[in-house]
């Protein structure tokens, strides 16, 4: 979601993020906090915790020219303790409150309060028993709240037009609703009543157009998909429909409609730029499975706010760079069918949504400009030395945090990205589809851990010290390589890190180092980098002459020097030990012409405590402290001190 925001405060703090990209980044990023400066007047109301709702018809009339609407809608909820009366979150101006027309349940007129805490408080005739159902409908009418600025009138090239934009709590400014993390509507049916020159535009798929025969119709839109209610939209102008075909046409998959609602004065414009919006539809079902509402349709409906905002199966949009098409389509999947189960997740959303679009890059405009985007990307972030990416209770009421450019989507997107790299291609497109497809976040909420959880399914390894690290601390490490040419077909490589914030101790990370030889040769070696000042003794056809560091910029790091080293050559100089220190296991590391005769271990007090004749050795059984160790090969005995943690 991207939605430019009005307000003069967040804007003058926007200035100072680092990075735009060509894409227009960095509006999209302030158009994100348009009504999100609400977070810091509004929490979820616990007054409606205490059912489900499980379907909505919401009944709308409206004329863009006029700011004002009336309004029937009808809730089907599910009692989740015995109830005596029912909330709903509805906004209740001082000045000029709504009217309410009537509130009935079965046809029965029922009592209610409208509260200065914007709650609709509705008196039920009987008590409403734990797991059962109730339908209540509410006729009201009046001139919306522009608190959040969720419903908005304006023009474009002097035509009137309509439209809302709820997130993430502005759906109260214009109907009568629950809105939180925590509850989806299972399906909803949207009517629009418009003067009759206009195109209605909400959710799901259009079933219907009926004339009125008074200057008006009325457009029905069915949406049979869990959504919550800051994702529910409606749109009214002259709009002018531009078809598209979306999925991958296998007897499986079929195709689907994408429609677009565009403006009629820019419309040849509009439809160049939107020519590659299937093939990016494509790539994304081709890369993390079906589009979650094909059933329906995708599209876009254009407004009046500079970015966008990813309502499901319609994408409300204000410009129409490609990185804005690619970002609102991802959120159909990171964000719309698995939505965060809290702000303080809400990289989630954004910093996975925000990779996919650097997909686009990669695999449209090839690795070059992919790695340019992420060295934009890295550079954004390491702009400070600070940055968690998982949020504090203290930062989920600072909108400009939730939505910072440099880390929620920045580094958001190059964690991702170094997920990706660490487990492989294979293991990180499954876990994506994996984490769609669990019946458990499907069409709900998603966590951290959760999502944590299938990369640890999938690849079989443990994330915890890796989140730890990148998600819930703060920092990135800089890197010192050093390369040595040793003969006989070999280099040894040399890693140390320092560190931009003192809350990570160690980046344990794989690392790409490209050794580059005399006649232009280059030879990539992935080494697993666990503790400083570690040695990997390496096989290198060639002279190296000189060494590059993450050459497809695939880490988070900053101010990194890698070097040749001139050290004169002593077989002494080849041999370490790593890691040092260790709890449980080392290798001695050791050039290929020599071999190991025997490994002798003296504690401190000079006894010899440990005997072996292999590189890999398991010390278990030594005490903690310091040992020091010798070491008789091929070619004479050498001596290295050794930690035992």
Same mark, same amino acid.
């Not at 214009?174 to 195109?199: F, G, M, R």
């Given at each position: 979601?991207?939605?430019?925001?009005?307000?003069?405060?967040?804007?003058?703090?926007?200035?100072? =993020?680092?990075?735009?990209?060509?894409?227009?980044?960095?509006?999209?990023?302030?158009?994100?906090?348009? *009504?999100?400066?609400?977070?810091?007047?509004?929490?979820?109301?616990?007054?409606?915790?205490?059912?489900?709702?499980? #379907?909505?018809?919401?009944?709308?009339?409206?004329?863009?020219?006029?700011?004002?609407?009336?309004?029937?809608?009808?809730?089907?909820?599910?009692?989740?303790?015995?109830?005596?009366?029912?909330?709903?979150?509805?906004? /209740?101006? &001082?000045?000029?409150?709504?009217?309410?027309?009537?509130?009935?349940?079965?046809? !029965?007129?029922?009592?209610?309060?409208?509260?200065?805490?914007?709650?609709?408080?509705?008196?039920?005739?009987?008590?409403?028993?734990?797991?059962?159902?109730?339908?209540?409908?509410?006729?009201?009418?009046?001139?919306?709240?522009?608190?959040?600025?969720?419903?908005?009138?304006?023009?474009?090239?002097?035509?009137?037009?309509?439209?809302?934009?709820?997130?993430?709590?502005?759906?109260?400014?214009? @109907?009568?609703?629950?809105?939180?993390?925590?509850?989806?509507?299972?399906?909803?049916?949207?009517?629009?009543?418009?003067?009759?020159?206009?195109?209605?535009?909400?959710?799901?798929?259009?079933? +219907?157009?009926?004339?009125?025969?008074?200057?008006?119709?009325?457009?029905?839109?069915?949406?049979?998909?869990?959504?919550?209610?800051?994702?529910?939209?409606?749109?009214?102008?002259?709009?002018?429909?531009?078809?598209?075909?979306?999925?991958?046409?296998?007897?499986?998959?079929?195709?689907?409609? !994408?429609?677009?609602?565009?403006?009629?004065?820019?419309?040849?414009?509009?439809?160049?730029?939107?020519?590659?919006?299937?093939?990016?539809?494509?790539?994304?079902?081709?890369?993390?499975?079906?589009?979650?509402?094909?059933?329906?349709?995708?599209?876009?409906?254009? =407004?009046?706010?500079?970015?966008?905002?990813?309502?499901?199966?319609?994408?409300?949009?204000?410009? @129409?760079?490609?990185?804005?098409?690619?970002?609102?389509?991802?959120?159909?999947?990171?964000?719309?069918?698995?939505?965060?189960?809290?702000?303080?997740?809400?990289?989630?959303?954004?910093?996975?949504?925000?990779?996919? +679009?650097?997909?686009?890059?990669?695999?449209?405009?090839?690795?070059?400009? =992919?790695?340019?985007?992420?060295?934009?990307?890295?550079?954004?972030?390491?702009?400070?030395?600070?940055?968690?990416?998982?949020?504090?209770?203290?930062?989920?009421?600072?909108?400009?945090?939730?939505?910072?450019?440099?880390?929620?989507?920045?580094?958001?997107?190059?964690?991702?990205?170094?997920?990706? #790299?660490?487990?492989?291609?294979?293991?990180? $497109?499954?876990?994506?589809?994996?984490?769609?497809?669990?019946?458990?976040?499907?069409?709900?909420?998603?966590?951290?851990?959760?999502?944590?959880?299938?990369?640890?399914?999938?690849?079989?390894?443990?994330?915890?010290?890796?989140?730890?690290?990148?998600?819930?601390?703060?920092?990135?490490?800089?890197?010192?390589?050093?390369?040595?040419?040793?003969?006989?077909?070999?280099?040894?490589?040399?890693?140390?890190?320092?560190?931009?914030?003192?809350?990570?101790?160690?980046?344990?990370?794989?690392?790409?180092?490209?050794?580059?030889?005399?006649?232009?040769?280059?030879?990539?070696?992935?080494?697993?980098?666990?503790?400083?000042?570690?040695?990997?003794? &390496?096989?290198?056809?060639?002279?190296?002459?000189?060494?590059?560091?993450?050459?497809?910029?695939?880490?988070?790091?900053?101010?990194?020097?890698?070097?040749?080293?001139?050290?004169?050559?002593?077989?002494?100089?080849?041999? *370490?030990?790593?890691?040092?220190?260790?709890?449980?296991?080392?290798?001695?590391?050791?050039?290929?012409?020599?071999?190991?005769?025997? &490994?002798?271990? =003296?504690?401190?007090?000079?006894?010899?405590?440990?005997?072996? /004749?292999?590189?890999?050795?398991?010390?278990? +059984?030594?005490?903690?402290?310091?040992?020091?160790?010798?070491?008789?090969?091929?070619?004479?005995?050498?001596?290295?001190? $050794?930690? /035992?943690?």
């Amino acid at each position: 979601m991207k939605k430019i925001l009005l307000f003069s405060s967040i804007i003058h703090s926007l200035f100072s =993020f680092s990075q735009v990209d060509n894409d227009g980044f960095q509006k999209m990023v302030e158009s994100e906090m348009k *009504s999100a400066s609400s977070i810091q007047n509004f929490q979820s109301n616990p007054n409606t915790a205490n059912y489900d709702i499980t #379907y909505h018809e919401l009944k709308f009339t409206v004329d863009p020219a006029i700011y004002n609407i009336e309004g029937q809608v009808k809730t089907t909820f599910t009692a989740l303790e015995n109830m005596n009366t029912v909330i709903f979150d509805f906004y /209740k101006k &001082v000045s000029s409150p709504f009217t309410i027309i009537s509130i009935k349940k079965d046809g !029965i007129n029922l009592s209610y309060t409208h509260n200065n805490s914007h709650e609709l408080e509705i008196n039920l005739p009987s008590t409403l028993t734990i797991g059962n159902s109730a339908t209540i409908e509410i006729s009201y009418s009046g001139v919306p709240s522009t608190a959040e600025q969720a419903f908005t009138t304006n023009t474009h090239s002097g035509m009137p037009i309509l439209y809302t934009l709820s997130e993430p709590y502005g759906a109260r400014d214009w @109907w009568p609703c629950k809105q939180d993390l925590n509850d989806k509507i299972e399906t909803i049916d949207v009517h629009i009543t418009a003067p009759s020159q206009y195109i209605s535009v909400s959710n799901g798929l259009e079933q +219907s157009i009926t004339d009125n025969g008074n200057g008006t119709k009325t457009t029905h839109y069915h949406h049979g998909y869990p959504i919550p209610a800051y994702l529910i939209a409606i749109a009214v102008t002259n709009y002018q429909i531009y078809n598209q075909q979306g999925g991958l046409g296998s007897t499986q998959s079929p195709f689907f409609p !994408i429609v677009n609602y565009i403006y009629p004065e820019n419309a040849s414009t509009t439809q160049n730029s939107l020519a590659v919006t299937p093939t990016i539809m494509n790539l994304y079902e081709s890369l993390i499975g079906e589009y979650p509402f094909r059933n329906e349709k995708y599209g876009h409906a254009q =407004f009046g706010w500079g970015g966008g905002m990813e309502h499901t199966t319609v994408s409300f949009m204000g410009s @129409w760079s490609r990185g804005l098409i690619a970002h609102e389509m991802a959120h159909q999947w990171f964000g719309n069918k698995v939505t965060c189960g809290s702000w303080k997740d809400i990289w989630l959303n954004e910093g996975i949504t925000e990779y996919m +679009s650097g997909l686009v890059v990669e695999n449209l405009d090839g690795n070059t400009s =992919f790695i340019n985007w992420k060295q934009n990307k890295i550079n954004s972030i390491t702009s400070q030395p600070d940055g968690n990416l998982y949020l504090t209770d203290s930062q989920i009421t600072n909108v400009n945090r939730i939505f910072s450019s440099r880390i929620t989507y920045n580094k958001g997107a190059m964690v991702t990205n170094m997920i990706r #790299y660490k487990i492989g291609d294979a293991n990180f $497109f499954q876990a994506l589809k994996n984490y769609l497809a669990d019946p458990n976040l499907a069409y709900k909420y998603a966590t951290t851990p959760e999502f944590q959880n299938h990369l640890e399914l999938v690849s079989g390894l443990d994330f915890s010290e890796f989140f730890n690290d990148w998600v819930y601390n703060e920092g990135y490490p800089i890197y010192t390589i050093t390369a040595q040419n040793l003969g006989a077909g070999q280099a040894k490589i040399t890693v140390n890190q320092s560190q931009s914030n003192s809350s990570v101790t160690f980046f344990e990370m794989p690392l790409l180092i490209r050794l580059i030889g005399d006649a232009s040769q280059s030879q990539d070696f992935l080494i697993n980098n666990t503790t400083n000042n570690e040695d990997f003794i &390496v096989n290198v056809p060639f002279q190296v002459i000189d060494i590059e560091f993450d050459p497809n910029k695939d880490i988070i790091s900053n101010n990194n020097t890698a070097t040749l080293s001139n050290d004169y050559f002593t077989i002494d100089k080849t041999i *370490s030990i790593s890691p040092n220190p260790s709890s449980n296991k080392i290798h001695i590391n050791l050039p290929n012409t020599i071999s190991i005769e025997k &490994v002798l271990f =003296f504690n401190a007090l000079g006894q010899l405590v440990l005997t072996k /004749k292999e590189k890999d050795i398991t010390i278990n +059984s030594l005490s903690n402290g310091p040992y020091f160790i010798q070491i008789t090969t091929n070619n004479g005995v050498f001596h290295k001190n $050794f930690i /035992k943690k």
